[in-house]
């Protein structure tokens, strides 16, 4: 079934990532979506777009992907929202590093304090928050689709 | 992303947190939540204010909570809006940093 889609393109800049949340939230509010989902789009969209723009960035002078066309070339940020009478599907496309967040593993604070690693818990956010994630390496980059079901 | 500090009895210290700890406000406030904890024992986090949490705005607390604890304390997290909550114990945060309501007694959670 036909859904209503909205589209946009973000840079990788920190205040492009609240950009599109502020975005995300307004089309929510637009279609009336529950808060408790909202939220969930707004967390998955903000740990994967932190991701792509603080380790995304190709160096032009990196040699780890001596192929990469985009090399140097800013980072850019596509956002899809489609909303469907059953699901919401937001799917992200970037020119960046590969980097594929279905086999991410969805790491979780499992260690006392003392012996605990700050940082790397947004891909288990991701996988916590959505009811379905795809993830393929494209031309271009990197697509994911994140199905929130209604 | 705003931050209030005040001293309580008993050597406890007070941080109030207020708006979107996503990536904009855990890098606003990181450097100071930081120096906080570190200088002080018993921190109380009030995230009541708090509308969003995100995996950056974890990391910061994640650091406070290690500084408090070299200083031989504890930092506990008050009143967490019921998203911000559900962001917490889906990563487990709650098994290092616990969370609290008004109902809980300070002297209870610091053996004040």
Known sequence: MAGTGWRRVFSGSMADVAAASAWVERIAASVNLPGQLTFAMQVCL?????NIARHGKVDSSSTAFP?????????????????????????IEDNGRPFDVEKAPAKVVDQPLEQVRPGGLGVNLIKSFSDNIEYRRTDAGNRVTVDFMR | MKLETVDLANGVTKISLSGRLDIQ??????????????????IVVD????SFL??????TLIVGAKGAANNGGKLVLLNPQPNVESVLRSSNVDTIMPIINDATPLATVFGA
């Open chain 2, 54 to 59: 995100a995996s950056l705005g974890i990391r």
């Open chain 1, 67 to 91: 192929a990469e066309a985009d090399a140097g070339k800013p980072l850019s940020i596509s956002i899809d929202i489609d909303v469907f009478v059953d699901r919401i599907a937001m799917t």
């Open chain 1, 46 to 50: 903000e740990e994967l777009m932190s």
């Open chain 2, 25 to 42: 406000g855990a890098l606003k406030i990181d450097g100071d939540f930081v120096a906080i904890a570190e200088a002080k024992k018993n």
């Open chain 2, 47 to 50: 995230l009541s204010e708090v």
